[in-house]
């Protein structure tokens, strides 16, 4: 029996819905549906039927679900006695994310061990594409990590928020005004001195898209890891960057959109064939409802 997908049917039982339980579980709608059918067929018996818009325990469903849950609880007092008793290694998270550009990750993190004591939190700092490498090798749990695309074939992403690259701009740029009126044009900065990321970060990527489509290359520029520092040499006015949107809160520059605008997406990815354990779920759910942001 597994006690994973014995929360399938603990849940939706509590929902009364399939795609809430889904959304609560962090599997798909269609997963749930194929327990609950298995089940139904194991036992020879509806455990669930339709009333209205909701779903309800038949009486046998409640006969089910009254023994699930005292082996749920009986499985889970083995497991806080083997806790109690050091038999059992602390479980690991391993969570990987890039603080330069997702800083609010510690607040998240330490608020999250504070009530998860038998939980053993590794983090590991990386570039998306190297997330991307450590969830698909199995190196990684989750990650929180940029994409333009929504879409991954070995990954899982759910967003978290949609954010857009701007070039930031000292409050006294030179083109500051004409670019408010006209738009960002490159021809006007061919002198300018660009601060960009490390050639191996997402920021770097997505910028790099936006040279080609302005048929543009920098004549002058530096490669900086950090883009709280990129930020803080803009407002200096030590040269010009391209800085997600989420960063200009309290910032003293000017930030200006392209054309088309160059969004992307902040996500948690984690790989498709993983059934994420309950301590995971957790994790998750708290980062959806700080949204980092």
Known sequence: MSFDNIEYIITVAKEHSQSRA??????????ISQYIRKVEKELGVKLFERNGNQLVLTDSG???????????????????????????????????????????????????????????VSTLSGPAEIAKEYLMNGMADIAVLPTQNLYHAMLEYIPLWEDELQLAVPMNHHCAAKFMQE?????????????????????????????????????????????????????????????????????????FSFNPPARFYIVIGYHKNTILKTETRELINQIRKCRLV
Request: a negative charge; proline letters at 4%; charged letters at 20%.
């Open 22 to 31: 889904a959304d609560q579980l962090l599997v798909s709608q269609s997963t």
């Open 183 to 255: 738009g960002v044009c490159f021809d006007d900065l061919s002198e300018d001195f660009f601060i960009l990321n490390l050639p191996e970060s997402y920021i770097t990527h997505h910028s790099e898209q936006i040279f080609r489509e302005y048929h543009f290359h920098p004549v002058s520029y530096c490669d900086i890891e950090d883009l709280k520092t990129a930020r803080n040499m803009v407002m200096n006015g030590r040269g010009i960057a391209f800085l997600p949107s989420s960063m200009h809160q309290g910032g003293d520059y000017r930030a």
């Open 62 to 120: 409640k006969i089910y679900l009254s023994g699930a849950e005292s082996a749920l609880a009986l499985y889970e007092k083995a497991l806080d006695d083997l806790r109690t008793s050091n038999v059992a290694r602390r479980k690991q998270i391993v969570i990987m994310y890039n603080p330069s550009l997702i800083p609010q990750m510690r607040k998240v993190l330490t608020d999250y061990i504070s009530t998860h004591k038998n939980i053993f």
